[in-house]
């Protein structure tokens, strides 16, 4: 019996984009690793993904398209042909077109896969051409990509290996033992040589039990201590004038805004003492090279963008960036953009239509949105009921009569509950893609190891289908996987370097190629692509839409959900907790939360509870307690621990609310927008909590 060895790459919303290895038999993947040459990857896999053929071959898969026959989420179904859900879909789409236009379709879609045909070009191409509603995808890092844009021109970062030339690593709002895995054994390496490691969270994460010092702001507060450590930096004269003259715009407004910042007002708005302010901020001074590491989770709040703002100061202030082992280290996105037109072809379709912001889903489906009213929804590669935002006002929403709904997916997810059809999904191993990392500079081909599951199909498979049933004759909308690639990736290297010398053929033979990165520590060059060439500390672009153009901090409460809820005595503003809900260790996202050896290990759902406020409410670990606002309820097992602060509670996401009594911690998060760019803020949600009898 032969067996055929496939590579291919890790789907999932990760900045790692393992290269992965596929053992087939007789069309039967029968073993599952690392691949032990990916440069990355370097032979080993995280918790969550290395069980991926329990995923893929989960009983649960749907295998061929359902039509809905009782009332919404009754989970009474009938098995339908591919050719009557999508004449159903065609037909249901052309009448809605007919009476309200296109744009009353709306498509949603995030991270159930990051690759650059089943999500980036199946994002665009027939949903331009139909007309349809855009969709803001503004769920994860928006404001932090926008702001790291306008401040340095790109979002570029050092290799993982760089971080050996540190001598200090702040990581700041970021958990990367679990969101980031393949650069812990890099900083463990360091640490051993004698780098000092410093978490910033407001939970002792996985990471933080592995630091020299873990530091615990107010969620919230952090562009506050990011200003308050420069403040210091301006009073000790610890900072470097002459890099900040030859290499930024702005000091001299920055500088006179820091006054507003010292440390005894920071102290006070973050609950860290100023004595540890003052420490942080002159060892982060007086160490060389020092990097800050950060990720998205950090600017899901009110304050989001300016957070990472303040934050991209700290090393122009130090003089930082440019040095091997210093600097910031966010995201290697900015290094390769695929060409919009070859990815989207908008210039050959209708204006693009209305814009929705995902983080509104909820109330865009409840009358936020209309002229025309949202009629259709079309969900891919994301499970809003679960994971967005409000989750409660997203279900509501989704059980309108008169709402057609249609989700693509493997499973019978919590949004899959609510529609109306159902179409079965292809995993990674079933569909040819390439996959571009944001933590590394690598491009990975995934060859599809094994047929589909049944009559399961990829999502460019099913914009193929409703193309032809649109009467959408366009070619770019009738391309092999292969083609499309090969178009994207000509069109993107005649204007970008790192591509030099990459092919479709070599990366169908090699399987993982580098990027060509010169320099290669990010503006070793001296070189910010801005429109001033520096580090822009005064935006003048961000003035220019009306933002605050300097880096600052602005309190703002969330409300707990309704508008007066405060006032109405039920939720006392004084008792209010901020809650967290941070990345579980083994989800992503929602992805895997039914895989029953994943869901053991993590648990059962939980919430994190200060042992002062545990005893103020006569709560015990292990009693079911109640959080709720607003917006709703969730019920949670309690976790009293020292590892959160007074006044926080903490609650991971990715839970299926159908396994979870009908609610998961969503029902509680706050969907209005951050500061800058349409951001989610579900780390500014405040909650109530107590015993249930």
Same mark, same amino acid.
């Given at each position: 019996?032969?067996?055929?060895?496939?590579?291919?790459?890790?789907?999932?919303?990760?900045?790692?984009?393992?290269?992965?290895?596929?053992?087939?038999?007789?069309?039967?993947?029968?073993?599952?690793?690392?691949?032990?040459?990916?440069?990355?990857?370097?032979?080993?896999?995280?918790?969550?993904?290395?069980?991926?053929?329990?995923?893929?071959?989960?009983?649960?898969?749907?295998?061929?398209?359902?039509?809905?026959?009782?009332?919404?989420?009754?989970?009474?179904?009938?098995?339908?042909?591919?050719?009557?859900?999508?004449?159903?879909?065609?037909?249901?789409?052309?009448?809605?077109?007919?009476?309200?236009?296109?744009?009353?379709?709306?498509?949603?879609?995030?991270?159930?896969?990051?690759?650059?045909?089943?999500?980036? #070009?199946? &994002?665009?191409?027939? @949903?331009?051409? %139909?007309? !349809?509603?855009?969709? +803001?995808?503004?769920?994860?890092?928006? /404001? =932090?990509?926008?702001?790291?844009?306008?401040?340095?021109?790109?979002?570029?970062?050092?290799?993982?290996?760089?971080?050996?030339?540190?001598?200090?690593?702040?990581?700041?709002?970021?958990?990367?033992?679990?969101?980031?895995?393949?650069?812990?054994?890099?900083?463990?390496?360091?640490?051993?040589?004698?780098?000092?490691?410093?978490?910033?969270?407001?939970?002792?994460?996985?990471?933080?039990?592995?630091?020299?010092?873990?530091?615990?702001?107010?969620?919230?507060?952090?562009?506050?201590?990011?200003?308050?450590?420069?403040?210091?930096?301006?009073?000790?004269?610890?900072?470097?004038?002459?890099?900040? #003259?030859? &290499?930024?715009?702005? @000091?001299?407004? %920055?500088? !006179?805004?820091?006054? +507003?910042?010292?440390?005894?007002?920071? /102290? =006070?708005?973050?609950?860290?003492?100023?004595?540890?302010?003052?420490?942080?901020?002159?060892?982060?001074?007086?160490?060389?090279?020092?990097?800050?590491?950060?990720?998205?989770?950090?600017?899901?709040?009110?304050?989001?963008?300016?957070?990472?703002?303040?934050?991209?100061?700290?090393?122009?202030?130090?003089?930082?960036?440019?040095?091997?082992?210093?600097?910031?280290?966010?995201?290697?996105?900015?290094?390769?953009?695929?060409?919009?037109?070859?990815?989207?072809?908008?210039?050959?379709?209708?204006?693009?239509?209305?814009?929705?912001?995902?983080?509104?889903?909820?109330?865009?489906?409840?009358?936020? #949105?209309?002229?025309?009213?949202?009629?259709?929804?079309?969900?891919?590669?994301?499970?809003?009921?679960?994971?967005?935002?409000? /989750?409660?006002?997203?279900?509501?929403?989704?059980?309108?009569?008169?709402?057609?709904?249609?989700?693509?997916?493997?499973?019978?997810?919590?949004?899959?509950?609510?529609?109306?059809?159902?179409?079965?999904?292809?995993?990674?191993?079933?569909?040819?893609?390439?996959?571009?990392?944001?933590?590394?500079?690598?491009?990975?081909?995934?060859?599809?190891?094994?047929?589909?599951?049944?009559?399961?199909?990829?999502?460019?498979?099913?914009?193929?289908?409703?193309?032809?049933?649109?009467?959408?004759?366009?070619?770019?909308?009738?391309?092999?996987?292969?083609?499309?690639?090969?178009?994207?990736?000509?069109?993107?290297?005649?204007?970008?370097?790192?591509?030099?010398?990459?092919?479709?053929?070599?990366?169908?033979?090699?399987?993982?190629?580098?990027?060509?990165?010169?320099?290669?520590?990010?503006?070793?060059?001296?070189?910010?692509?801005?429109?001033?060439?520096?580090?822009?500390?005064?935006?003048?672009?961000?003035?220019?839409?009306?933002?605050?153009?300097?880096?600052?901090?602005?309190?703002?409460?969330?409300?707990?959900?309704?508008?007066?809820?405060?006032?109405?005595?039920?939720?006392?503003?004084?008792?209010?907790?901020?809650?967290?809900?941070?990345?579980?260790?083994?989800?992503?996202?929602?992805?895997?939360?039914?895989?029953?050896?994943?869901?053991?290990?993590?648990?059962?759902?939980?919430?994190?509870?200060?042992?002062?406020?545990?005893?103020?409410?006569?709560?015990?670990?292990?009693?079911?307690?109640?959080?709720?606002?607003?917006?709703?309820?969730?019920?949670?097992?309690?976790?009293?621990?020292?590892?959160?602060?007074?006044?926080?509670?903490?609650?991971?996401?990715?839970?299926?609310?159908?396994?979870?009594?009908?609610?998961?911690?969503?029902?509680?998060?706050?969907?209005?927008?951050?500061?800058?760019?349409?951001?989610?803020?579900?780390?500014?949600?405040?909650?109530?909590?107590?015993?249930?009898?």
């Amino acid at each position: 019996m032969a067996t055929q060895l496939v590579r291919g790459a890790c789907p999932h919303d990760c900045p790692d984009t393992c290269g992965i290895v596929t053992e087939v038999e007789n069309g039967r993947a029968v073993k599952f690793y690392a691949d032990p040459d990916h440069p990355i990857t370097q032979g080993w896999l995280c918790a969550k993904v290395r069980p991926y053929l329990n995923h893929v071959y989960h009983p649960d898969r749907l295998t061929y398209p359902l039509r809905r026959v009782g009332p919404k989420g009754s989970g009474q179904w009938q098995r339908i042909s591919w050719d009557e859900a999508i004449g159903e879909i065609g037909s249901r789409w052309r009448a809605i077109t007919a009476e309200h236009g296109a744009e009353a379709i709306l498509p949603y879609s995030y991270s159930g896969t990051l690759g650059l045909l089943q999500m980036g #070009v199946v &994002n665009g191409r027939f @949903w331009n051409r %139909l007309g !349809a509603s855009q969709l +803001e995808r503004t769920i994860c890092g928006a /404001a =932090a990509e926008f702001v790291v844009e306008a401040t340095l021109g790109s979002r570029r970062s050092q290799r993982y290996e760089d971080v050996q030339h540190s001598k200090l690593v702040i990581i700041w709002g970021h958990n990367p033992v679990s969101t980031a895995p393949h650069f812990m054994p890099h900083l463990l390496q360091a640490r051993k040589s004698g780098t000092q490691v410093i978490v910033i969270d407001p939970r002792r994460t996985r990471t933080a039990k592995l630091a020299d010092w873990h530091i615990a702001p107010k969620p919230g507060s952090d562009g506050a201590l990011a200003l308050g450590m420069a403040n210091h930096l301006v009073q000790l004269g610890l900072h470097d004038e002459a890099w900040l #003259v030859a &290499n930024s715009v702005g @000091w001299p407004e %920055l500088k !006179a805004r820091l006054d +507003e910042y010292p440390l005894v007002r920071v /102290a =006070a708005i973050t609950g860290v003492s100023v004595n540890n302010i003052a420490k942080l901020a002159r060892l982060y001074a007086e160490t060389t090279p020092a990097l800050i590491k950060i990720a998205d989770g950090l600017q899901r709040n009110f304050n989001g963008g300016q957070t990472v703002r303040a934050i991209c100061a700290l090393p122009a202030m130090t003089g930082q960036y440019g040095r091997r082992g210093g600097g910031l280290a966010y995201s290697t996105s900015g290094y390769l953009q695929w060409d919009g037109e070859a990815v989207g072809k908008a210039s050959l379709c209708p204006p693009p239509g209305r814009s929705v912001n995902m983080n509104r889903l909820g109330a865009a489906l409840l009358g936020e #949105v209309d002229d025309p009213p949202i009629k259709s929804l079309f969900v891919f590669g994301s499970n809003p009921a679960a994971i967005a935002p409000n /989750a409660g006002r997203v279900a509501e929403g989704m059980r309108r009569e008169d709402l057609f709904t249609v989700v693509h997916e493997l499973f019978m997810t919590d949004t899959a509950e609510l529609a109306d059809i159902v179409l079965p999904a292809t995993s990674q191993l079933e569909h040819t893609d390439l996959h571009k990392g944001y933590g590394h500079t690598y491009l990975t081909y995934n060859q599809p190891a094994i047929p589909p599951l049944g009559e399961s199909k990829s999502n460019w498979s099913v914009m193929q289908l409703l193309a032809t049933e649109m009467g959408f004759t366009e070619p770019w909308l009738h391309q092999s996987a292969d083609e499309v690639l090969e178009e994207v990736l000509t069109a993107t290297a005649v204007t970008n370097p790192v591509l030099a010398g990459i092919t479709l053929v070599r990366l169908r033979q090699e399987g993982t190629l580098p990027f060509t990165i010169e320099p290669d520590v990010p503006f070793a060059d001296g070189r910010f692509p801005t429109p001033s060439g520096k580090v822009e500390l005064y935006s003048q672009t961000m003035a220019e839409m009306g933002l605050d153009p300097l880096p600052g901090w602005r309190a703002e409460l969330d409300s707990g959900g309704e508008d007066g809820v405060m006032l109405n005595g039920r939720f006392p503003s004084d008792q209010a907790f901020t809650l967290i809900s941070p990345a579980s260790h083994h989800f992503t996202t929602s992805t895997f939360a039914n895989q029953d050896g994943l869901v053991a290990r993590e648990g059962e759902p939980f919430v994190e509870i200060h042992p002062d406020d545990a005893a103020r409410l006569d709560i015990q670990t292990g009693e079911m307690v109640r959080l709720e606002n607003g917006r709703g309820y969730c019920d949670l097992k309690a976790k009293v621990t020292d590892g959160v602060r007074r006044g926080v509670v903490v609650s991971p996401k990715g839970r299926w609310s159908k396994w979870s009594n009908g609610r998961n911690v969503n029902w509680l998060t706050s969907d209005a927008l951050g500061d800058m760019a349409g951001q989610s803020t579900f780390h500014s949600s405040r909650v109530w909590l107590r015993c249930l009898d």
